[in-house]
């Protein structure tokens, strides 16, 4: 099944701790995006990627970093400089960068503790 | 991109359509109107999207006015697992907007048996 990946469901981590999300699709699409969704809140951009090896800063890219080795995996690292981690965050991707269709893997919830 | 207005709840009883409407008065001549939805805890999903004529899916049907200032998406047949948020975006394909998808606050559809 083509589709995109997020690993995992659910992350607990103390403060001042890194972690990574990890997220990797396989529907061979060049471009892929985090997003991060507070409860009741709309989507807010973190950072995407139009093509291997490029990554922009998105909306809320500040204690966040990302890297794009390979075309089908983009994953997040939330750093101990992001002021308040807890959050849902989501990993889409297009098969081009622009208005295409962004398709959104199932999510992981981070909850610092 | 446009801004959209959306009823913020409905009902629907279980195998009868559900028909979802979206104003979207300043729409430009090359927005297209996309449709998504997200069910609770889960990644947003697509269902359709379109520019000026109607479209139909596996999923749903789009119906959109003549002026574009507005559209409908129909669930022809609701059953319970399409309760979700159901989130109407206009959006240029390829636009400079780096593919950032902008969600408002929805539509809160409830199927019930």
């Known amino acids: 099944d083509g589709g995109i990946t997020q690993s995992p469901k659910y992350l607990f981590r103390k403060e001042g701790q890194n972690v990574t999300l990890s997220c990797e699709q396989n529907l061979n699409h060049d471009a892929m995006y985090w997003y991060r969704q507070d409860p009741g809140q709309g989507l807010r951009l973190i950072y995407y990627s139009q093509i291997v090896n490029d990554f922009q800063k998105g909306d809320i890219a500040e204690g966040y970093s990302v890297s794009r080795e390979k075309k089908e995996s983009f994953p997040l690292t939330v750093t101990s400089a992001q002021k308040n981690p807890t959050a849902f965050y989501l990993c889409?991707?297009?098969?081009?960068?622009?208005?295409?269709?962004?398709?959104f893997g199932p999510g992981t919830r981070l909850t610092v503790l | 991109d446009a801004k959209t207005t959306q009823p913020p709840s409905m009902d629907c009883a279980e195998g009868r359509a559900a028909n979802l409407p979206c104003n979207h008065s300043t729409i430009s001549g090359n927005e297209y109107v996309y449709w998504y939805r997200q069910i609770h805890s889960q990644g947003p999903q697509y269902i359709i999207h379109?520019?000026?004529n109607n479209e139909t899916n596996e999923m749903a049907s789009l119906i959109i006015t003549e002026d574009r200032k507005s559209s409908t998406l129909i669930l022809p047949h609701a059953t319970l697992r399409d309760t979700a948020v159901y989130y109407c975006i206009v959006r240029v394909r390829g636009g400079t907007s780096y593919g950032k998808l902008t969600f408002g606050q929805g539509t809160i559809l409830t199927v019930h048996p």
């Open positions: 889409a991707s297009s098969i081009i960068a622009g208005g295409d269709t962004q398709y």
């Open positions: 379109g520019l000026k």
